[in-house]
């Protein structure tokens, strides 16, 4: 089984930049183990369970509230039981690799 979810979480009320913040719960998924890519608008997470996805909000969600009274978290998520773990980087291969044959 392979879970994909892409998140972005982040304190509302800690004015424009709030990196400080989001860098914390990068450290927190990057200390579970976990394949992950950032990028500007959030963070794609891969994990063998949707338990373990759900966990990694939960867990990134104790972190900020430690620090802010308003918290605001989106998530997608693509779960397929038929599938292996190691879809972050195939999932864009497979794109970039059609990419090229697309006629401009």
Partial sequence: MSVLMNFAIFPTDKGDSVSKYVSQVLAMVRDLGYAYKLSAM???VETDTLDQSLDVIKKAY???????D????????????NKPIGRIDGKIK???????????
């Fill in 70 to 81: 308003r918290v605001y978290a989106v998530a997608n998520f693509d779960i397929q039981t």
């Fill in 94 to 104: 497979s794109i970039e690799s059609k990419i090229g044959s697309i006629n401009k």
């Fill in 42 to 44: 959030g963070t794609v």
């Fill in 62 to 68: 104790e972190i900020l509230n430690s620090y802010s």
